[in-house]
């Protein structure tokens, strides 16, 4: 294991570093992942992020974007910068399971391994780890590492100031969720004062929707709605013809659970949807509901109390019935 000393003795000198991140990666997620790379290559360090899959559009715009590697197309370039990097950042993910084909070689890889996270019960497969589970997001913790562990308030500019907000922004449901507190209001204005333009951040990643995404949400909310009043629930279920019938990109589904759940009464909300090779759920709660627990104990999944995911080999038909019927398990929770 690395303790902060030995960690910061490295990062003194220009390294071959690879920055990586989950599997279909969020706003957080690259927000985090471009932030991190925009401080580092600041001190002549050789990095290069690494996303598994593509990711939403609406994140294109980000600093040094262009500069991302993603390993479903160019795989053999991954390959041979992972085994040969000196350090490989981890950023919000906990098991190597989350970066899919890439997980084999960064658990082979001979490189330190550093986890900055906030999510629940991290596998040990990293060898220095800055981890909050009450953190809003993971951009935040990469604000705290940079700022509080290796003292280089100085070195967050524009370009890192913009990505981490991003992070902040996308994973705190735009400063709603309750872990969104006076700290992290503290640091999003730092990050203001360093460059962020925050309402340009937010037409750039809210208001960027095609024609197909805004009729596929009309779609959704007037077709696939079902309410389950008993339990406080609503389910959002979308099969795989109907992404095809509005040309869904990567992306497009994100957000659309949120919209169940702001009914006045709705305190779970269920977003099921039919992919090529499995059927994905994502779950939000209000309050103290633990939509987590749904996702790991049935759904081969986790998260957040109140934001998780899970998967599922079974159809689209059968997902939704096992969803239903394990409500009344939660029903007293529901109603209070």
Known sequence: MLDLAALTELLASPRKIVITTHHKPDGDAM?????????????????????????????????????????????????????????????????????????????????????????????????????????????????????????????????????????????????????????????????????????????????????????????????????LPEYHTAIIAVNNTDLHKYDVDTGDTEGIVNYALSMADIKLAAFIVERSDRVKLSLRSKGEFPANEICKKYFDGGGHRNAAGGHSSNTLEQVVQQFKTILPEYKKLLNQ
């Open 31 to 227: 927000g985090s992942s471009l932030g991190l790379y925009n401080y580092l290559i600041q001190q002549g360090h050789h990095a290069t992020v690494i996303a598994p899959t593509d990711y939403p559009a609406f994140l294109s715009w980000l600093p040094r974007n262009g500069d991302v590697v993603i390993y479903t197309e160019q795989a053999e370039k991954s390959a041979a910068l992972i085994a040969d990097a000196e350090l490989i950042f981890c950023l919000d993910f906990n098991a190597l399971s989350r970066i899919n084909e890439m997980g084999v070689l960064v658990g082979e890889s001979k490189a330190y391994k550093i986890m900055i996270d906030h999510h629940l019960e991290p596998q040990d497969f990293d060898d220095y780890r800055h981890w909050n589970i009450n953190a809003c997001a993971t951009a935040q913790l990469i604000y705290d590492f940079i700022v509080n562990e290796l003292h280089h308030r100085e070195l967050i500019n524009a370009d890192v100031a913009t990505c981490l907000y991003t992070g902040i922004m996308t994973d705190s449901a735009s400063f709603r969720l309750p872990n969104t507190t006076s700290t992290v209001h503290r640091i999003v204005a730092d990050l203001i004062d360093l460059g962020a333009v925050n309402w340009r951040i937010h037409e750039l990643v809210y208001n960027s929707a095609t024609e197909n995404r805004l009729r596929f949400l009309g779609h959704c909310l007037a077709n696939c709605l079902e309410v």
